[in-house]
């Protein structure tokens, strides 16, 4: 695949594991397997390309494990590997949206 597929199918798989765990009663016995799909993904991705989506991909996993926090636990293996792609402080809930980062505006980096 290109980097562009790429970029996508990983963006894809995060958010829908996102959305699967978002609070509520879940089967967690699917979680091992997408996860490690979710963690290859990002890994398969050269370092340029998530530079770029980095801090969005810290929301929406961050998200994801704060969801997945009081059903497994920290020292689970599927919080750890995810916590593996997470390079900042985690959001404060699965419902914190709060963008972090910088944007690019007319030429200029801004820090959000």
């Known amino acids: 695949m290109g980097t562009y597929r790429d970029v996508y199918d990983f963006a894809a798989k995060a958010g829908a594991l996102e959305g699967y765990v978002y609070p509520k009663e879940m089967k967690t016995s699917y979680l091992p ?16 390309a998530r530079s770029e ?9 961050g998200r994801a494990i704060q969801s997945l926090l009081p059903v497994l636990g920290e020292g689970h293996e599927v ?6 792609v997470v390079t900042d402080a985690l959001p404060s809930s699965p419902d914190d949206f709060t963008r972090k980062g910088k944007i690019s505006h007319g030429g200029k980096d801004v820090s959000l």
């Open 79 to 84: 919080i750890k590997k995810l916590r593996s």
């Open 33 to 48: 397997v997408w996860v490690d799909h979710v963690v290859q993904g990002y890994r398969m991705l050269p370092e340029e």
């Open 53 to 61: 989506f980095q801090d969005l991909a810290n929301g929406t996993i």
